[in-house]
């Protein structure tokens, strides 16, 4: 018998195999130059490493959370690099692969480990994974919160969720997302839902608030913060010009549904040929809502943010080939109407997770910057809630990330340029 025959040493092998990417991932980010915004994140840190309390209110977008967590874990040591802050999240990154294993093998444990690999290769995730970056330290975060609902250990998730916040405040829309999810077998599901006892008015009050007053006082603290600040971003310049409180725009939402086209495609056509395969009204469904998303895109599609018109990445770049019309422009809008239909039909996401898609949406329309990290969180999700695809399915998306990842790595690490 071949030594790694048995599925538990395949799987043993698997998470070495991941553990050695991740140290050489770690070690081949280290002592590379400062790549975009992590200037203003190590130059906050540095300050406070060096006894300065003084922050950066002109440039800093986030709370200082972050940036105060790396400082205690670098100050005792005497660190003082980038490629140390680096480090710290990297430590995050290797967390959240462990929070996306578990909450995967609640949910659906015979494919945990392949979605954990494809959680750490995501490519528009992987190279913020080992950057002085908030994204992926935020999101480790939120999963350690979603885990904790999921386990009905609501106050928890909300200390989670909190501090969450003081890492990205935006991560505020996911406290409202959880809130629901805990509720939501009370209000929808089982034996023990609202519909079928018939509580009266008081009492079906108190069953929801029971379980979702953690969350409702973690949202009171993000409102308490927003109107002591002023605004949401911390920054009340970059509040002006760059991150408004309030400037919905279709761009990000556009952008995530063409790279879950461009990123997930046998599950984007699994949900078509479920709609094909049905009813007249499902496929009309699915057909509807592609031919809204292209209507949508036609209409109030534009790069407008001053951060996308500086051509310093291959977002941007790519933005700007779309902006300039012909195929790029038709290509783009379609990628996204053809993953808005096949994410729109049932069989991707059942139950109360389908909830991740309207709540996605929401989160990355809040923004007018077209923005790539805003898509990890509606990607993992999902990663996380979807239903099992077929083994060869998965492995090859897993083939083609890893690919891809690895790529943007080189191009960040080695030349400055992130994806």
Same mark, same amino acid.
């Given at each position: 018998?071949?030594?790694?025959?048995?599925?538990?040493?395949?799987?043993?092998?698997?998470?070495?195999?991941?553990?050695? *990417?991740?140290?050489?991932?770690?070690?081949?980010?280290?002592?590379?130059?400062? &790549?975009?915004?992590?200037?203003?994140?190590?130059?906050?840190?540095?300050?406070?490493?060096?006894?300065?309390?003084?922050i !950066?209110?002109?440039?800093?977008?986030?709370?200082?959370?972050?940036?105060?967590?790396?400082?205690?874990?670098?100050?005792?040591?005497?660190?003082?690099?980038?490629?140390?802050?680096r480090?710290?999240? =990297?430590?995050?990154?290797?967390?959240? #692969?462990?929070? &996306?294993?578990?909450?995967?093998?609640q949910?659906?444990?015979?494919?945990?480990?392949?979605?954990?690999?494809?959680?750490?290769?995501?490519?528009?995730?992987?190279?913020?994974?080992?950057? $002085?970056?908030?994204?992926?330290?935020?999101?480790?975060?939120?999963?350690?919160?979603?885990?904790?609902?999921?386990?009905?250990?609501?106050?928890?998730?909300?200390?989670?969720?909190?501090?969450?916040?003081? &890492?990205?405040?935006?991560?505020?829309?996911? &406290?409202?997302?959880?809130? $629901?999810?805990?509720?939501?077998? *009370?209000?929808?599901?089982?034996?023990?839902?609202?519909?079928?006892?018939?509580?009266?008015?008081?009492?079906w009050?108190?069953?929801?608030?029971?379980?979702?007053?953690?969350?409702?006082?973690?949202?009171?603290?993000?409102?308490? !913060?927003?109107a002591?600040?002023? @605004? *949401?971003?911390?920054?009340?310049?970059?509040?002006? !010009?760059?991150?408004?409180?309030?400037?919905?725009?279709?761009?990000?939402?556009?952008?995530?549904?063409?790279?879950?086209a461009?990123?997930?495609p046998?599950?984007?056509a699994?949900?078509?040929?479920?709609? %094909?395969?049905?009813p =007249?009204?499902?496929?009309?469904?699915?057909?509807?809502?592609?031919?809204? /998303?292209?209507?949508?895109?036609?209409?109030?599609?534009? #790069?407008?943010?001053?951060s996308?018109?500086?051509?310093?990445?291959?977002?941007?770049?790519?933005?700007?080939? $779309?902006a300039?019309?012909?195929? =790029?422009?038709?290509?783009?809008?379609?990628?996204?109407?053809?993953?808005?239909?096949?994410?729109g039909?049932?069989?991707?996401?059942?139950?109360r997770?389908?909830?991740?898609?309207?709540?996605? %949406? /929401?989160?990355?329309?809040? @923004?007018?910057l077209?923005?790539?990290?805003y898509?990890? *969180?509606?990607?993992?999700?999902?990663?996380?809630?979807?239903?099992?695809?077929?083994?060869?399915?998965?492995?090859?998306?897993?083939?083609?990330?890893?690919?891809? =990842?690895?790529?943007?790595?080189?191009?960040?690490?080695?030349?400055?340029?992130?994806?």
């Open positions: 018998m071949m030594r790694f025959a048995h599925w538990s040493r395949r799987e043993r092998l698997g998470w070495l195999a991941l553990a050695g *990417i991740w140290a050489g991932t770690v070690v081949w980010a280290a002592g590379g130059e400062l &790549v975009g915004d992590e200037w203003v994140h190590w130059s906050q840190i540095h300050r406070f490493l060096q006894g300065d309390t003084r !950066y209110s002109e440039y800093l977008t986030n709370v200082p959370g972050f940036h105060w967590l790396v400082t205690a874990l670098l100050a005792p040591w005497g660190i003082q690099s980038p490629g140390a802050a480090g710290v999240t =990297a430590l995050f990154t290797a967390a959240a #692969v462990v929070l &996306v294993y578990r909450i995967r093998r949910l659906h444990p015979a494919d945990a480990q392949i979605t954990a690999a494809q959680f750490f290769f995501l490519p528009t995730m992987f190279v913020y994974g080992f950057l $002085v970056y908030t994204d992926v330290p935020a999101l480790a975060l939120l999963l350690g919160a979603l885990l904790a609902t999921l386990r009905e250990h609501h106050r928890a998730a909300a200390a989670l969720l909190l501090a969450s916040m003081a &890492v990205r405040q935006n991560q505020v829309l996911w &406290v409202v997302f959880l809130a $629901v999810l805990a509720a939501w077998p *009370i209000l929808c599901d089982g034996a023990e839902s609202l519909r079928q006892r018939r509580l009266p008015t008081r009492a009050l108190a069953a929801v608030l029971e379980r979702t007053w953690p969350y409702l006082a973690v949202f009171g603290v993000f409102c308490a !913060y927003w002591i600040n002023g @605004s *949401i971003a911390y920054s009340a310049a970059q509040s002006r !010009y760059s991150h408004p409180d309030f400037h919905p725009d279709i761009g990000n939402l556009v952008f995530l549904l063409a790279t879950v461009l990123l997930m046998f599950h984007v699994g949900g078509w040929r479920h709609a %094909l395969e049905g =007249a009204s499902r496929w009309m469904q699915a057909a509807g809502l592609a031919v809204v /998303v292209l209507a949508a895109y036609v209409l109030w599609f534009r #790069v407008q943010h001053p996308n018109l500086v051509l310093g990445n291959m977002r941007n770049q790519l933005l700007a080939t $779309v300039a019309g012909g195929w =790029a422009w038709w290509g783009l809008g379609l990628l996204a109407a053809i993953a808005g239909g096949g994410l039909c049932p069989p991707l996401v059942a139950g997770y389908r909830l991740w898609l309207p709540f996605s %949406l /929401v989160f990355v329309g809040a @923004s007018w077209i923005e790539t990290r898509t990890m *969180i509606p990607l993992t999700l999902i990663l996380l809630f979807r239903r099992p695809q077929a083994v060869w399915q998965e492995r090859l998306t897993l083939a083609f990330w890893c690919l891809l =990842a690895l790529g943007f790595g080189w191009l960040a690490f080695a030349h400055q340029r992130l994806p």
